[in-house]
């Protein structure tokens, strides 16, 4: 098991999505510590991939922007192991199959593993294609992450019965990016989770005010934001680690008193 | 290790986010429960008869023969079918399928822009809304038909992600899907993307050699010594083989788009240059760089600038049942040029790398043998991109 249920033991979670080199190495380190002592319970670092389908222009921006800069997956491992020096939440990876086929995949999963990390999530990798990734991450103690959406329904209980490390609960159709309000029953989503795991499960996609954190954190065990902070990223730059620390904070804050 | 469900020995599958998997799931069951069924048979043929124009012609090039000096040449007549290409086989097909759904719109991707006209128009047919996601850069190649499209009452929504080329209009129309599912369709234009379309797009395309077979056995007494098609993704290209992948004496060739050559970063040669992947809901082989990243490729013909190739291909090039070639820009633009001159035939740019290929290889044949070269779409939509290439300025 990895540290990643650490993340849900005292509260709701609060969960931060970072592109890595966004938009540059340097940076991320600055705002992934920022993040960290803004309160987050759980960082997810995005390794960059050219054609990123599960996500809405705003992610897609921050790829583009850390491509650009140079980075590659190497890099990405060698910042992890940095951080891990003195960052004790957990931290997963979150990025697209062919990075990690790619990449080889059992050799993604070592040096993954080696550089501290405690999961993994493929947004295009859905249950029945797991088998070419899940028993290489268990065989170096990484944890493989399973999304459930709102057109899951008859699926959610085959996914949440094998899911390990937390539930990625996808809040609403369509790809990441902010939204005015969510509409999916999510007390209804979590319910059938839990009916078949005990692990936790946390809401994604569109997630940017503290009042949409707290609510969906109520509803189940944590929030996760991506776009709302890459939005700082793109406006603040190199300078994004003040922003970042206070918009986490509220967000943080938000989600642990629900 | 298990595998999935729509494989090609190791490729294909469906690596796509789980929101879509009940829709794929949906599609599936429907064409399992369609595909055998007399009456959807029987109203696609009368679509494909009496719309489309079908059977295309098997047309044999008598003066391309003698001035090549070998095989015998035979072409496909794909460019006949109302709205210029192969594409419409798949369209009425997959439009018949949606509607049997209960879909009432259609969203397509494009590269030349042939899908996504072939997509508006069977949209019009059957009173479906439509949306086509089509590259920016496309778009501006294609400019004939993104009026087209919109004439036949098609949105048609430019893509500025990327490389603004087939495979952003892919990713993007696989972004819309993801967003409304309920009523719409995605509306795939090859034998690609998550199964089950290579599958469905492949049977519906397979009535080009289902035809040709039948029609050269009528005119010949024997099957073809080589069969010819452009590659893409490969839909014009597995539907020209199908019927023959049982025949092992019948070579089955699919021609790559090189660009300025394989040996340079502009091309779309996937089996060429590209290696063993995984996107867009498929394993196959892609270009990519040694990271995975999808390379930026590039050809002239806007129809075969794509990254990957449909899985089945992958396979037959893995089990060394059908070879892929690479033909340049050049050798492409040469062919077009050759064709309008010798047979009176424009063939769309995509198809003139199938001809290139011919042009090469029937001189080195004796004359009792024979090539079947697809013809899948006409070359109208190139000629002022062509006449760019040869440094003359085209305007309307």
Redesign the interface.
Known sequence: MSRIHQAFENHKAFIAFITVGDPDLATTEKVVHAAVEGGADLIELGIPFSDPTAEGPVIMEADNRALAGGTTTDDVFALTKKLRETIDIPMVYMTYANVVFSYGTEKFMQKAADAGIDGLILPDVPYEEKEDFDPLATKYGLDLVSMIAPTSENRIAMIAKEAKGFVYMVSSLGVTGTRASITTDIGAMTKLVKANTDIPCAVGFGISTPEQAKKMAALSDGAIVGSAIIKLLAEYGRDAAGPVKEYVKSMADAAHSA | ?????GRFGIHG???????????VIELEDAYNKYKDDPQFNAELTELLNNYAGRPSRLYYAEKMTKDLGGAKIYLKREDLNHTGAHKINNCLGQALLAKKMGKTRLIAETGAGQHGVATATVAALMGMECVVFMGKVDCERQALNVYKMKLLGADVVPVT??TGTL??AV?QA??EW????EDTHYCLGSCMGPHPFPTIVRDFQAVISKESRAQILEKEGRLPDAVIACVGGGSNAIGSFYHYIGDRDVRLVGCEAAGRGIDTKDTAATINTG???????MKSY?C?N?????APVYSISAGLDYPGIGPEHAYLHDIGRAEYVAITDEEAVGAFEYLSRMEGIIPAIESAHALAYAMKIAPTMSKDQIIIVTVSGRGDKDCAAIARYRGQDLRD
Do not use: C, V, W
């Not at chain 2, 290790?1 to 469900?5: E, L, N, P």
């Not at chain 2, 040694?290 to 999808?294: C, D, L, P, T, V």
């Open positions: 290790m298990s595998q999935s469900r599958g469906q690596y796509i986010p789980e929101t879509l998997m009940n829709a992600t990327g495979k952003d990713s696989m972004r993801t967003s409304r599912i290696r063993l992947g995984i996107f867009h809901g892609f990519q040694e990271y995975g990243q999808i």
